[in-house]
Nanobody, 114 residues
Framework: QVQLVESGGGLVQPGGSLRLSCAAS????????MRWYRQSPGKERALVEV????????EYGDSVKGRFTISRDNYKNILYLQMNNLKPEDTAVYYC???????WGQGTQVTVSW
């Protein structure tokens, strides 16, 4: 059974940083591409970044370029999203996903505010 458990969210001031984690189980993590999505209030879930099984990274959206970094630890089966210079518009629930499977975790809330 595929399980994805996100963590690391919280309340942070603009300009701050957070590192999100996604613990994956139930599949061979190192063989799969992984993605981070986010969903802001009133908006559809949007793709943020993709990392291939071999480690190649693709960013989606000019809004996160240069600020967010996706990475993975294939030994620990954990996906990361390092978020720097956070802005209020980054406020959202962040989800990880393996495109091969339909499972989603519960997400982790990130709130950027004074």
């Amino acid at each position: 059974q595929v399980q994805l458990v996100e963590s690391g969210g919280g309340l942070v001031q603009p300009g701050g940083s957070l590192r999100l984690s996604c613990a994956a189980s139930g599949f061979i993590f190192r063989n799969q591409n992984m993605r981070w999505y986010r969903q802001s209030p009133g908006k559809e879930r949007a793709l943020v970044e993709v990392i291939l099984s071999a480690g190649r990274v693709t960013e989606y959206g000019d809004s996160v370029k240069g600020r967010f970094t996706i990475s993975r630890d294939n030994y620990k089966n954990i996906l990361y999203l390092q978020m720097n210079n956070l802005k209020p518009e980054d406020t959202a629930v962040y989800y990880c996903n393996c495109p091969r499977y339909s499972s989603w975790g519960q997400g982790t809330q990130v709130t950027v505010s004074w």
